[in-house]
């Protein structure tokens, strides 16, 4: 496995279904943040910068494509990887596959920013985290 490419695993359980008996598509948004906590988890050299709570890493897009329905059961791997790193932003890529079959469930696509809580204004990407986060790329 690439050492960029990070995977966490979970359950479908019957409270992330809708009516349908699938999981409701809010629910897969959550899924993929938990993938991205585990990006940052396995990686704790690039967390350290946003211990503090600024900077902070903020989404400002989420591009996202529902492929096939989980089901209750289901046992699926988030995986999640960054991109692209440019000067003002970064973006993620992510896909969630059944892990019974390996079938792709969604891939999503985000982009955020570097963001100065205290000003409210973004920042750019460069020195020590532009560093950090360089290595890490692991293009489409």
Not at 63 to 78: H, K, M, P, Q, T
Request: with cysteine; proline share 4%.
């Amino acid at each position: 496995m690439d050492s960029r490419l990070s995977r966490v695993t979970l359950r479908v359980r019957g409270y992330h279904l809708d009516g349908y008996g699938h999981v409701n598509n809010a629910r897969y948004l959550e899924f993929l943040e938990e993938g991205r906590w585990g990006y940052f988890d396995d990686r704790p050299e690039v967390a350290r910068p946003f211990a503090s709570g600024n900077p902070a890493l903020v989404a400002v897009n989420l591009n996202i494509n529902y492929r096939l329905a989980a089901v209750a059961g289901d046992d699926l791997e988030v995986r999640t990887r960054l991109a692209e790193l440019g000067s003002r932003s970064a973006r993620m890529h992510q896909e969630i596959r059944r892990l019974c079959d390996d079938k792709r469930v969604v891939d999503a696509s985000l982009t955020f920013v570097l963001l100065d809580v205290k000003a409210n204004r973004p920042l750019s990407i460069e020195g020590e985290l532009h560093d950090l986060l360089a290595p890490l790329v692991l293009e489409d």
